[in-house]
């Protein structure tokens, strides 16, 4: 330590980590999870494991500029650690307290690869996050020391600061170290990525909307036209667990995000713009067909209520036109509703069938049909298939059904749902692609921007469909491009 700087840098090393097992024994926080060197107190606070992977996960490494990871209250050190992980990239800790410093050090060398060059310029500052300059200029001299002439700007800046533990309501002035004055101070040293600065901040999800106000027109002064999302984050129990705000190159195109934690992994994430919260109460029973359900409070707290509701009611359907016995067509007929993005469908007079495409839940659904009367009954899931679009009976009574993800069309004998590729257009990205988007889908997210050249390969266009002839004759596949596609059998 110099006498023109009061930080002192601390290298993630052996002797550090055997330090800290002097301190405190080093423990998983839950079965299968790392150990790591926290006091109960460390513990309470730190991000849970789990959360710190599923929000590292979240970040596109394409964001990001050139440079390190900076957590300017680092603390157990468990977030960055994620952090450093997953995008794979050096990481600098900042803390006040020493005693906590030595144990995050630990912690980010017993999580380093032995391989991993890259974590040797992992430090923990002891010192005032506040003073970006200081901050600095001790984390350049340890890398000096060390062998490392570089001097790594700071790619994405993470600020969980501490607050009161105990009060219901806090002010944002009691967070330590202060947001506006962290973040003034590091704007000198933070890389832009594609849509400005890359920065997360870690807050109370006890904030109300005046506080969250206030550090939205912080942000705004300090980074003008900056992206922002506020993220509401639950693991259930009724209550919500995290409040972050992700800028600039981290933020995504909607105001509002909500996600549903599970042990491990986001079980659901939803997005847009929220709006206002009503209660209102009923004095007559609700309304025939109403939907009733219990919803996590995040989706509310969120004010992304209206989104989910879209999401989880779905709004497909299926009509017949009946015509009339002069030939004339009648009104429409709703003959299904609350289909997941209702696609193809065929109906099998010989078996009194109608088969039908749920392109958004990956499945082709069976109805015994009145072939008269239009009426069905009696669904059943046949198959099993990704987006499933046109289908088709061919010559011995198989449904081929065309998956334009899958770049594939499939053979399902309609009598027991046996599923066999018929058709292969697949490629490896195509593959990687496919199962992308069905990950998404199972979140409720979309995915349009997988549907890349990459994955139609040498296809014209993406698969839509098909035409069949009989068994002697080839059959075509349709796309989105400008040929048919002819297949002959063999």
């Not at 004095?283 to 219990?294: A, C, G, L, Q």
């Not at 779905?314 to 997941?340: C, F, M």
Request: hydrophobic share 40%.
């Amino acid at each position: 330590m110099s006498e023109e700087n009061s930080h002192v840098s601390v290298k993630p090393s052996e002797s550090v980590s055997r330090e800290a097992g002097k301190r405190v024994e080093r423990k998983p926080g839950r079965k299968g999870e790392p150990a790591f060197h926290l006091t109960e107190q460390m513990r309470r606070l730190s991000t849970p494991w789990g959360v710190a992977l599923a929000r590292a996960g979240q970040i596109d490494p394409g964001s990001l500029g050139p440079g390190i990871i900076l957590d300017a209250a680092v603390g157990s050190g468990l977030q960055l650690i994620a952090y450093s992980n997953i995008l794979k990239r050096p990481s600098l800790g900042v803390e006040v307290d020493g005693n906590v410093a030595v144990l995050c050090a630990a912690n980010m060398f017993s999580a380093a690869g032995k391989d991993d060059i890259q974590r040797s310029m992992d430090r923990v500052v002891i010192g005032d996050s506040t003073d970006s300059v200081g901050v600095m200029n001790e984390f350049w001299s340890s890398l000096r020391e060390s062998g490392t002439r570089a001097h790594p700007p700071v790619a994405m800046l993470h600020l969980d600061p501490a607050r009161p533990r105990d009060a219901q309501k806090h002010h944002i002035d009691e967070m330590e170290p202060p947001i506006e004055s962290v973040l003034s101070s590091w704007k000198q040293y933070l890389e832009l990525g594609p849509r400005g600065p890359c920065i997360i901040l870690d807050l109370s999800p006890r904030l109300d909307i005046g506080q969250r106000s206030m550090i939205d027109e912080t942000v705004e002064r300090l980074f003008p036209g900056c992206g922002r999302t506020w993220e509401w984050l639950s693991r259930g129990g009724g209550r919500v667990d995290r409040l972050s705000l992700w800028i600039g190159s981290l933020s995504s195109n909607e105001a509002r995000r909500c996600i549903r934690m599970g042990t491990k992994k986001i079980m659901a994430s939803i997005e847009g713009d929220g709006g206002e919260v009503r209660a209102i109460s009923l004095v007559d029973p609700p309304p025939f067909e109403s939907w009733i359900t219990i919803v996590d409070p995040v989706v509310l707290e969120s004010g992304l209520q209206d989104e989910w509701i879209s999401k989880a009611i779905p709004d497909g359907a299926l009509y017949r036109i009946p015509i009339s016995k002069d030939g004339t067509l009648s009104k429409p007929e709703l003959i299904l509703k609350n289909l997941y993005f209702a696609n193809g469908f065929y109906i099998d007079e010989k078996r009194n069938k109608l088969y039908l495409s749920e392109m958004m839940k990956n499945r082709v659904l069976s109805f015994d049909i009145d072939i008269i009367t239009g009426s069905v009954s009696n669904q059943t899931t046949l198959a099993v298939i990704p987006t499933p679009d046109n289908m088709e009976l061919d010559s011995e009574g198989n449904l081929w059904i065309s998956s334009p993800l899958a770049n594939q069309i499939f053979s399902v004998d309609p009598e027991n749902g046996e599923t066999y590729v018929v058709f292969d257009a697949q490629t490896q990205i195509g593959l990687e692609n496919m199962e992308e988007a069905i990950r998404r889908m199972e979140l409720g997210n979309g995915f349009a921007e997988l549907l890349t050249s990459e994955l139609t390969g040498e296809m014209p266009g993406l698969l839509t469909g098909l035409i069949i002839g009989d068994e002697s004759q080839p059959f075509y596949v349709a796309n989105l491009g400008t040929a048919l596609i002819k297949v002959s059998k063999e």
